[in-house]
């Protein structure tokens, strides 16, 4: 019999394989209080496995350098969460003075529209005063929300570590696991996929890193020149900020600048924190990460963005930050899967001709069909 009857047409490979992505999106919408947690820990042990494998290098046992490597990463974070906290509580000590600052700033913004849009006092307090209340009656519904995930919180806090060990010490078991999962695909071709997710999510992770210690810098440096007190800390909330991609330096300057705007005795300062922030975003996105992280995560921005879109919707706070590398392992996924390799294609950084003043012919050439047409219209004026 000729094997090309037994072939699927394409059209019944890119239907299943959409279903099985739908199916995938739906379970791990329904299961994400156990996922979530898992996709920290994947993320966390690709960041250690290096590490991992350099305590292994000293004939230190996989269990040992494991539990070491997860234990330097709970040093780290706890570290940074301290020095946050304790920042917080410093700052707060000044808070009547800021308090006081603040109450004086609304009154000149009150004096500032009644002299411009002839509204009253009375009119902007009672406006406030309804926005306030109507924040306070929600208030409950936060605070319940807020200590409800306590426990989540408190849960993750013990599973992302153990998850993360046991990530680490199993990792060539799971390793196998996808070769007996994938009997019918070439195990050279399983391997290097796996190969290509570890350097994708690994380049991710520590090019993040690496541009926030250069963001933090920046932002510190640009607050001291301007000198606005706390600039440490406040130049490092707003690079750990980048955790949320593209809007986390934009937030991360609020906070600063209405600290400007409190302490100093004009709003220029503030006006130049958030300058400055926009400038070290800019050199983010257009110098540092593309040097830094090069084309190892290739991502166009418009999927970028509607990845933390849908990321948002699905895991909320934690799909923001899950979004990106998620996506990048997603793309790996649909370059290898042969019905799926168009997505991939749409998923990825579109090449140079593609921008190019000429990119239509040039595309056209390249599909081969210029002549094509040419031939058609020739065809048809006959």
Same mark, same amino acid.
């Given at each position: 019999?000729?094997?090309?009857?037994?072939?699927?047409?394409?059209?019944?490979?890119?239907?299943?394989?959409?279903?099985?992505?739908?199916?995938?999106?739906?379970?791990?919408?329904?299961?994400?209080?156990?996922?979530?947690?898992?996709?920290? $820990? !994947? =993320?966390?042990? %690709?960041?250690?496995?290096? @590490?991992?494998?350099? /305590?292994?290098? *000293?004939? &230190?046992?996989?269990? +040992?350098? $494991? !539990? =070491?490597?997860? %234990?330097?990463?709970?040093? @780290?974070?706890?570290? /940074?969460?301290? *020095?946050? &906290?304790?920042?917080? +509580?410093?700052?707060?000590?000044?808070?009547?003075?800021?308090?006081?600052?603040?109450?004086?700033?609304?009154?000149?913004?009150?004096?500032?529209?009644?002299?411009?849009?002839?509204?009253?006092?009375?009119?902007?307090?009672?406006?406030?005063?309804?926005?306030?209340?109507?924040?306070?009656?929600?208030?409950?519904?936060?605070?319940?929300?807020?200590?409800?995930?306590?426990?989540?919180?408190?849960?993750?806090?013990?599973?992302?570590?153990?998850?993360?060990?046991?990530?680490?010490?199993?990792?060539?078991?799971?390793?196998?696991?996808?070769?007996?999962?994938?009997?019918?695909?070439?195990?050279?071709?399983?391997?290097?996929?796996?190969?290509?997710?570890?350097?994708?999510?690994?380049?991710?992770?520590?090019?993040?890193?690496?541009?926030?210690?250069?963001?933090?810098?920046?932002?510190?440096?640009?607050?001291?020149?301007?000198?606005?007190?706390?600039?440490?800390?406040?130049?490092?909330?707003?690079?750990?900020?980048?955790?949320?991609?593209?809007?986390?330096?934009?937030?991360?300057?609020?906070?600063?600048?209405?600290?400007?705007?409190?302490?100093?005795?004009?709003?220029?300062?503030?006006?130049?924190?958030?300058?400055?922030?926009?400038?070290?975003?800019?050199?983010?996105?257009?110098?540092?990460?593309?040097?830094?992280?090069?084309?190892?995560?290739?991502?166009?921005?418009?999927?970028?963005?509607?990845?933390?879109?849908?990321?948002?919707?699905?895991?909320?706070?934690?799909?923001?930050?899950?979004?990106?590398?998620?996506?990048?392992?997603?793309?790996?996924?649909?370059?290898?899967?042969?019905?799926?390799?168009?997505?991939?294609?749409?998923?990825?950084?579109?090449?140079?001709?593609?921008?190019?003043?000429?990119?239509?012919?040039?595309?056209?050439?390249?599909?081969?069909?210029?002549?094509?047409?040419?031939?058609?219209?020739?065809?048809?004026?006959?």
């Amino acid at each position: 019999m000729d094997n090309s009857t037994n072939k699927k047409p394409y059209s019944y490979e890119l239907a299943s394989s959409l279903l099985t992505l739908i199916l995938i999106i739906a379970i791990l919408y329904f299961l994400q209080s156990v996922l979530v947690p898992l996709m920290f $820990s !994947i =993320l966390i042990a %690709i960041s250690l496995f290096p @590490v991992a494998r350099f /305590l292994e290098k *000293f004939n &230190i046992n996989r269990a +040992i350098s $494991s !539990i =070491l490597s997860v %234990i330097l990463a709970i040093v @780290v974070i706890s570290a /940074l969460i301290w *020095f946050i &906290i304790h920042q917080v +509580i410093v700052i707060g000590h000044n808070g009547t003075d800021l308090q006081d600052r603040f109450f004086t700033i609304f009154n000149t913004i009150q004096q500032w529209t009644t002299a411009k849009f002839g509204v009253e006092p009375g009119d902007l307090t009672q406006k406030f005063k309804e926005l306030s209340n109507k924040a306070l009656s929600n208030a409950g519904t936060y605070l319940t929300a807020a200590f409800g995930s306590v426990g989540g919180i408190l849960a993750g806090l013990i599973i992302v570590p153990l998850f993360s060990f046991f990530l680490l010490y199993y990792r060539d078991f799971f390793r196998e696991f996808f070769f007996h999962a994938f009997k019918s695909t070439p195990q050279d071709k399983v391997h290097e996929t796996l190969n290509k997710i570890y350097i994708v999510v690994q380049s991710y992770l520590l090019g993040l890193v690496t541009v926030m210690a250069i963001v933090a810098i920046l932002n510190t440096v640009g607050l001291m020149i301007l000198g606005v007190e706390y600039a440490w800390f406040f130049g490092t909330l707003a690079s750990l900020l980048m955790l949320l991609p593209y809007i986390g330096i934009a937030i991360g300057s609020i906070l600063p600048a209405l600290f400007a705007l409190a302490t100093k005795d004009s709003y220029w300062y503030a006006v130049g924190v958030v300058a400055w922030f926009q400038i070290v975003q800019f050199l983010e996105g257009n110098l540092i990460t593309p040097n830094i992280v090069g084309g190892k995560v290739s991502i166009n921005p418009l999927m970028a963005v509607i990845a933390i879109l849908l990321g948002g919707m699905l895991f909320g706070l934690a799909g923001l930050i899950l979004a990106l590398p998620l996506t990048a392992v997603i793309k790996v996924l649909f370059d290898a899967i042969p019905s799926m390799k168009a997505f991939g294609f749409l998923i990825g950084e579109p090449e140079k001709y593609h921008l190019k003043r000429y990119s239509t012919m040039v595309l056209l050439k390249r599909w081969q069909l210029k002549d094509k047409l040419q031939e058609n219209d020739k065809n048809k004026k006959k």
